[in-house]
Nanobody
Framework: QVQLVESGGGLVQAGGSLRLSCAASGRTFSWYHMGWFRQTTGKKRAFVAAIHWSDSSTLYADSIQGRLTISRDNAKNTVYLQMNSLKPEDTAVYYC????????????????WGQGTQVTVSS
């Protein structure tokens, strides 16, 4: 089992920045690919970004356009999502995800989820 706890969400004005953190505990964190999804009311959870467990290569959704950066610190069992130049359409609940298998980042392939943290961007 892996337990994931997100933090760092909140209310920010458009153009501002936030850094989300996801602290992991349980099984060896460094063995898992880590990612972030986001979800708005009435919509499916959507992939945002991911980072490889060993070489820290990254993958981003096309809509991110370089404004978000994912990173990990295996010594601290933590993955981060730095969000800059935030827009109102970035408003969502952001979920941390852990996946043991390689390949596609889809909801059904995620092994563990965090509880989510709300990000609200005001215009």
């Amino acid at each position: 089992q892996v337990q994931l706890v997100e933090s760092g969400g909140g209310l920010v004005q458009a153009g501002g920045s936030l850094r989300l953190s996801c602290a992991a505990s349980g099984r060896t964190f460094s063995w898992y690919h880590m990612g972030w999804f986001r979800q708005t009311t009435g919509k499916k959870r959507a992939f945002v970004a991911a980072i490889h467990w060993s070489d820290s290569s990254t993958l981003y959704a096309d809509s991110i356009q370089g404004r978000l950066t994912i990173s990990r610190d295996n010594a601290k069992n933590t993955v981060y999502l730095q969000m800059n130049s935030l827009k109102p359409e970035d408003t969502a609940v952001y979920y941390c995800a852990a996946k043991a298998s390689g390949g596609i980042w889809s909801q059904d392939r995620v092994d563990y989820w965090g509880q989510g943290t709300q990000v609200t961007v005001s215009s």
